[in-house]
C-alpha cells in the first residue's frame, strides 16, 4: 500500500511546504481536491518536483451539478468532471474520486414509474457512460465513492456503487473508492463488504469514527489491515477527515498527529 496525505490536512503556507511536510512525515503522494486545480497546476508541479512526491488522485467537488434537474447545470457539472481529468493526467494523479451527489433532494419521485432514487441512479449511469470512456482516453481511473446518509441520500455502500459498475459492464477503468468512517456507518460488516468487492477496489480513504485519523477513534484498523492484506490491495491509502462536500476547507492537523496516524496504521499491518 502507498500512503497519501490530504492536502488541506497539511500546515504550510505554500505549496511546496505542504509537500515538503508530506515527504518528510513519511507519506508517499498528496492528494488534492479539484475546485481551482487548474489555476494551481505549475505550482503543483514544482511542489511534486522538489518534494519527489506524485499526487495520488484529485477529489472532485462540485459533482452534485450532474443531477441537478437544470440541463445547463448538470451540463456545468460535467465540464467541472472532464477539466479535473484532463488536470489528474497532466499531473500524473492516478485517477480522480467522485462522490455521486445527492440528486434524490432535487430529482422529483415518478413511482409508481420511478422512484427519485431510480431516477438520480440512472441519470448518474448515463453520464458514466461517457466519463468512462473519456477518463480512459486521458490515461485516469474514475473512482466512483460511497458516502453516508449524513451526505447523500444516493450511493452509500459498496454494494450500490458496485451496481452502477455492473450497469457498465465492469468497465475497466472505473473503480470503487472505499472510506471507512463512511463505511463504519452504513456497512453492515465493514471488513466483508472490503473483501467481497475486493476485484473492484482501487482507492481508499482511512477516516476514524467521526472522521478523526486513524488511532483517534474506534474502528478496528486492525481487523481492517487484516481484510486489505488478506485481498492483496495494494493501492494508494489516503488520511484526512476533509471532504470536498463540507461548507468550508477542514483545519490542518497537527504534524505530530499525522505522523503517529501513519506509524498506527503500519503497527496494524497496512
Known amino acids: 500500500m502507498r500512503f497519501a496525505l490530504q492536502e488541506t490536512a497539511l500546515s504550510g503556507g505554500s505549496v511546496a511546504e505542504r509537500f515538503q511536510q508530506a515527504k518528510a512525515l513519511g507519506f508517499d503522494g498528496v ?6 486545480l487548474s489555476t494551481r ?3 503543483l508541479v514544482e511542489a511534486m518536483i522538489a518534494a519527489e512526491l506524485p499526487i495520488s488522485a484529485v477529489y ?11 440541463e445547463a447545470e ?20 492516478s485517477g480522480v474520486i467522485c462522490m455521486p451527489g445527492d440528486g434524490t433532494t ?16 440512472g441519470l448518474f ?13 486521458m490515461g485516469v481511473k474514475f473512482y466512483i465513492q460511497p458516502v453516508s446518509r449524513h451526505a447523500t441520500r444516493l450511493i452509500r455502500r459498496l454494494d450500490q456503487a458496485a451496481d452502477i459498475l455492473h450497469r457498465l459492464h465492469d468497465h475497466p477503468n472505473v473503480y470503487l473508492a472505499a472510506d471507512t468512517a463512511h463505511m463504519a456507518l452504513e456497512e453492515s460488516h465493514l471488513t466483508e463488504a472490503l473483501t467481497v468487492h475486493a476485484g473492484m477496489l482501487g482507492y481508499l480513504h ?13 474502528l478496528d484498523f486492525a481487523a481492517v489491515g487484516a481484510a486489505l492484506q488478506a485481498i492483496h490491495y495494494d493501492g494508494w491509502v489516503t ?5 470536498p462536500y463540507m461548507s468550508t476547507t477542514p483545519a490542518a492537523y497537527p504534524l505530530d498527529d499525522l505522523a503517529h496516524s501513519l506509524a498506527y496504521l503500519r503497527q496494524r499491518g497496512w
Open 206 to 218: 482511512a477516516a476514524d469514527s467521526e472522521r478523526r485519523l486513524p488511532g483517534q477513534g474506534s
Open 60 to 70: 472532485l467537488q462540485g459533482e452534485h451539478a450532474i443531477l441537478a434537474p437544470d
Open 125 to 137: 449511469y448515463t453520464h458514466m457512460r461517457t466519463l468512462e470512456d473519456y477518463s480512459m482516453a
Open 31 to 36: 492528494e488534492v481536491w479539484s475546485r481551482g
Open 239 to 243: 488520511l484526512g477527515g476533509g471532504e
Open 41 to 43: 497546476m505549475d505550482e
Open 106 to 121: 432535487a430529482i422529483p419521485d415518478l413511482s409508481p414509474y420511478m422512484t427519485a432514487y431510480e431516477l438520480a441512479t
Open 74 to 93: 448538470r451540463e456545468r457539472g460535467l465540464q467541472e468532471i472532464r477539466e479535473a481529468i484532463c488536470c489528474a493526467a497532466d499531473v500524473g494523479a
